[in-house]
């Protein structure tokens, strides 16, 4: 499972949370891939959160991505 990543400007993907196996984007609009839909303790879903910081100023921004 994959999700295209729509950031702007200039900056970096980081990773937070959730399972490992992930490849994270490698610009502002690139793919997130190796997503799992089995999450912790069994449930039947995955939740990622991803950080995006911009390299002018450092603000940065959260995203949480719910694989069911």
């Known amino acids: 499972n994959s999700t295209i990543m729509a950031a702007t400007g200039a900056g970096t993907w980081s990773f937070i949370s959730g399972p490992a196996g ?23 879903y995955s939740i990622y959160v991803l950080r995006w910081t911009s390299t002018c100023g450092g603000a940065y921004q959260d995203v949480m991505i719910v694989v069911q």
């Open 22 to 44: 992930y490849t994270l984007p490698g610009s502002a609009t690139g793919t997130f891939s190796g997503l799992i839909t089995t999450g912790c303790a069994g449930t039947s």
